[in-house]
């Protein structure tokens, strides 16, 4: 029998203080702040800062970019240092590592055949610098789109993609589908978006807490797994 690993949580496009404590309420490890003006969770790092302060320790802000100029990025590091960077547009290996903090790079891969038409592992090696590899869904846009990939098609067991440490889950989440997810991926990590949402950046607090409680299922279940 396994021993059992603790899923981390990341719910993303907080906009609101209220979203921000019932995320950490149901039991969040990381809150992200998309600061992105093309997203319709779009936050300034002021506003991004003002949230932040509501978060209580242990509890990891995430700041989300999206092809940014530096000097964006240098804005957002001021006004929130303590975070984490999110890097989930174009930006090359350079372009990441430049900013100079812990950063996770989104790898977004296609929906349709992506053992064909993405190379996870190239990817992976490209961005070692990367604390963690966002895999989400490729869709028109930057973000998922609250749409998956085929969670079937790629090798998690490499020890390149050293699923166990370095991989967090994304792309269309759900209370209904996460625990699946964790059952075959095996993610360091799960980031949640519109899954948990009433509307665009409005986040529900029961979708939260049910989101949470399946995670937490999962990971009793791969626990039993051989």
């Known amino acids: 029998m396994n021993t059992q690993h603790r899923t981390r949580i990341k719910i993303c496009g907080l906009t609101r203080e209220t979203d921000v404590d019932a995320a950490v309420h149901a039991g969040a490890d990381a ?7 093309k997203s319709p969770r779009h936050v300034s790092p ?62 977004r891969i296609p929906t349709g055949l992506p053992g064909r038409d993405f190379d996870l592992l190239k990817y992976a090696e490209d961005h070692r610098a990367a604390q963690a590899i966002l895999l989400d869904a490729l869709v028109e846009g930057y973000g998922g789109g609250g749409q998956s990939f085929d969670w079937t098609a790629f090798p998690w067991s490499h020890p390149l993609l050293n699923a166990s440490s370095r991989l967090v889950l994304s792309g269309g ?31 529900d607090p029961d979708k939260m ?18």
Not at 31 to 37: I, K, M, S, T
Not at 52 to 66: E, G, K, N, S
Not at 173 to 181: E, F, I, K, S, W
């Open 46 to 107: 002021e506003r991004a800062r003002e949230l932040a302060r509501r978060l209580p320790p242990f509890v990891m802000p995430v700041l989300l970019f999206v092809n940014a100029s530096p000097e964006h990025i240098a804005r957002g590091c001021l006004a929130v240092p303590q975070a984490l960077l999110q890097f989930h547009g174009d930006e090359s290996p350079a372009d990441c590592i430049a900013a100079g903090r812990p950063f996770m790079r989104a790898a």
């Open 209 to 226: 807490l049910a989101f949470v409680a399946a995670v937490r299922a999962a990971d009793a279940q791969t626990a039993r797994l051989p």
């Open 173 to 203: 989440l759900t209370p209904a589908n996460v625990t699946d997810g964790i059952t075959r991926v095996r993610p360091w990590a799960v980031d949640v978006s519109s899954g948990v949402e009433m509307s665009k950046g409005i986040k």
């Open 31 to 37: 809150v992200g702040f998309v600061l992105y003006d």
